[in-house]
């Protein structure tokens, strides 16, 4: 069974869980390291508020993560929240544990009273499963010779308290 708790709860994880995101993304960040990532983490060591880490377990094992936070490493700084890290193992993909760190992110950027939410991704791959929640592309860019996609909720979560 899949459960889903706060870093907060389980900080033995961080270790795994900046190795993980580093190898994601390490490559687009320049000058990141797996510390950095892991000092970053113990940032979003809360219950509440942002930044802000959820984990999806299998018992004790690590099998997915979302975070949250009020600025992406990228330069849109007018643009706040951002979900970042929405991660799965590969062995645990297409069973919906995706979709509800997703909904948990979505959740608890509206118990915190923001209209919108912003992603940033480095794969157009993901852009139709973003899409299919109820997403759309804002921006594309290229940074230090990536190509990014911004997007933004358009889901109907934020209807009540669009500005």
């Known amino acids: 069974m899949i459960t889903f708790e706060p870093l907060a709860h389980h900080p033995y994880h961080i270790d795994e869980l900046s190795q993980w995101m580093f190898q994601m993304w390490g490559q687009f960040y320049p000058g990141s390291s797996v510390e950095t990532t892991r000092r970053w983490l113990n940032m979003t060591m809360r219950d509440s ?3 802000i880490t959820q984990l999806a377990l299998e018992g004790e094992t690590l099998v997915g993560c979302a975070m949250l936070q009020e600025q992406e490493l990228y330069k849109e700084n007018n ?3 951002w979900l970042g890290a929405l991660l799965v193992k590969e062995k645990y993909q297409n069973q919906g544990i995706g979709s509800q760190l997703h909904d948990w992110a979505i959740a608890h950027i509206k118990s915190l009273n923001y209209k919108k939410l912003h992603l940033l991704t480095f794969d157009a791959n993901y852009c139709e499963w973003y899409e299919r929640k109820g997403w759309k592309i804002i ?3 290229d940074s230090r010779g ?3 996609i911004v997007m933004e909720t358009t889901t109907p979560l934020f209807a ?3 500005g």
């Open 49 to 51: 508020g942002l930044p």
């Open 79 to 81: 643009l706040t929240p």
């Open 139 to 141: 921006k594309t860019d």
């Open 146 to 148: 990536y190509s990014l």
């Open 160 to 162: 009540d308290n669009r």
